[in-house]
Nanobody, 114 residues
Framework: QLQASGGGLVQPGGSLRLSCAASGLIFSIKARGWYRQAPGKQRELVAGITSDGRINYADSVKGRFTISRESTKNTVYLQMNSLKPEDTAVYYC??????????WGKGTQVTVSS
């Protein structure tokens, strides 16, 4: 129901844009977010956006990453600029519904390396 795309290999300082399209029976979306998990680390919230447009970012990505959404396509994006090696991780998109369901998409690998 969630399909993430846009990951890849990029040099430090480069940019990538991740996309996450929702399909199927996903109604009453309360919030959408991007998470990431690096090897040996816990999954962490990178950026989130609520249905009323409130946005929050992890401190480590503020000023570099931007989350946005396109409601007509039921898609959320994560624009990642000034990428650093420490941004290397598997990135996951997530949807939380008003009914309390949490839906995860398959991850997409982002590797920042020279």
């Amino acid at each position: 129901q969630l399909q993430a795309s846009g990951g890849g290999l990029v040099q430090p300082g480069g940019s990538l844009r991740l996309s996450c399209a929702a399909s199927g029976l996903i109604f009453s979306i309360k919030a959408r977010g991007w998470y990431r998990q690096a090897p040996g680390k816990q999954r962490e919230l990178v950026a989130g956006i609520t249905s009323d447009g409130r946005i929050n970012y992890a401190d480590s990505v503020k000023g570099r990453f931007t989350i946005s959404r396109e409601s007509t396509k039921n898609t959320v994006y994560l624009q990642m600029n000034s990428l650093k090696p420490e941004d290397t991780a598997v990135y996951y998109c997530n949807v939380v519904t008003y009914g309390g369901d949490s839906v995860w998409g398959k991850g997409t690998q982002v590797t920042v390396s020279s």
